[in-house]
């Protein structure tokens, strides 16, 4: 397994540093070039963070769904400054929780929270297949979200016939990472980048220049970070053709794998097992089988065999 001599862009922040080592372990060389971060307001939130926390103790939901370890930690944070925090967590201990992976399942379980259901596939589709089984027919459902909305699972879940959802996000995902984001990220573990604006312009002038061979996404919002900058500088349709014809393109699981189709990129490498250790592999592996194709379509180039018209 081995990633000599190619270029690896990593536009992820919060375990950029982890990624670049994985690649560099490989031979790779790491480009890391951040495309998000978050922005949280911890001390002053918005009134309807607040609202959300309130309906929570007074235990008006049935289940409760948690995006993120990050929001889990975000919300205890704000629950703990309004002098609601054990009472959150009292209330939490009652009712369905859910979390959408094992990251949300460790932190609530550092409050003494246990988790009910995990999906079996860590994206909101995933959580609204496991819901419906279940039976939402008359129940109120929380939701705190990642630092964007999927409206989606909301308007599907009140088709299955839940009387209520009630939704709050305690961060935002942007091209900043404030003080109390940079907090968040730390508290979590997270080794992070920092995003830079200028640090993506350049990313995309050398994917443009064909001077990255790989690049990968580890979230839907760096997928997102990354075309928006495009777009604001008119350099969105060249990146997507050079995205589809010289690069390889790297998902870490099926939210992000969409995110990239939804902007008209062709997705090649997504591995079986949705982290970031298991993407790298799988991004090996493409780059073997496909470095045995061309030898193989060499060594037939003076042969006159009907298998040459399989080669690329």
């Known amino acids: 397994m081995s990633l000599t001599g190619l270029t690896i862009a990593i536009t992820g922040s919060r375990r950029g540093y982890e990624l670049s080592r994985i690649v560099k372990n490989l031979g790779g060389r790491p480009y890391v070039a951040p495309t998000v971060g978050i922005e949280a307001d911890l001390k002053t939130p918005d009134n309807a963070i607040v609202e959300f926390v309130k309906r929570i103790t007074k235990q008006d939901v049935d289940y409760m769904i948690f995006m993120t370890g990050p929001g889990v930690l975000s919300l205890m944070s704000i629950a703990k400054s309004y002098g609601m925090e054990e009472d959150l967590i009292a209330a939490l201990q009652k ?3 859910v979390a959408r992976s094992t990251k949300p399942q460790m932190v609530l379980k550092k409050y003494g929270i246990g988790t009910h259901l995990i999906p079996h596939e860590s994206t909101a589709k995933g959580i609204l297949k496991l819901l419906k089984n279940i039976g939402m027919q008359g129940r109120t459902i929380g939701i705190l979200w990642h ?3 999927q409206m989606q699972l909301r308007e599907e879940l009140y088709r299955s016939g839940a009387a209520n959802v009630i939704e709050a996000s305690t961060y935002q995902y942007s091209f ?8 968040i990220l730390t508290s979590m573990g997270f080794n992070y980048v920092v995003p830079k604006l200028g640090t993506v312009i350049q990313l995309i002038g050398d994917i443009i ?6 690049i990968t996404f580890t979230s839907p919002p760096s997928v997102h970070g990354l075309f928006k900058i495009a777009n604001i500088n008119h350099t969105i349709g060249s990146l997507r053709d050079s995205l589809n014809t010289n690069v390889i393109v790297a998902a870490v699981g099926p939210s992000t794998e969409e995110a990239i189709k939804e902007n008209k990129v062709v997705v090649d490498v997504i591995p079986q097992i949705y982290k970031m250790g298991a ?5 090996s592996d493409y780059v073997s089988l496909n470095n045995l194709k061309k030898k193989q379509c060499q060594e037939l180039e003076s042969i006159d065999m009907e298998e040459k018209n399989l080669c690329p």
């Not at 900043?176 to 907090?183: C, F, H, P, T, V």
């Not at 993407?279 to 991004?283: H, L």
């Open 176 to 183: 900043e990472l404030n003080n109390d984001g940079a907090s």
């Open 279 to 283: 993407m790298v592999k799988s991004i």
């Open 209 to 214: 220049a064909g001077r990255i061979d790989v």
């Open 147 to 149: 630092g964007g909305y």
């Open 95 to 97: 009712v369905n929780v």
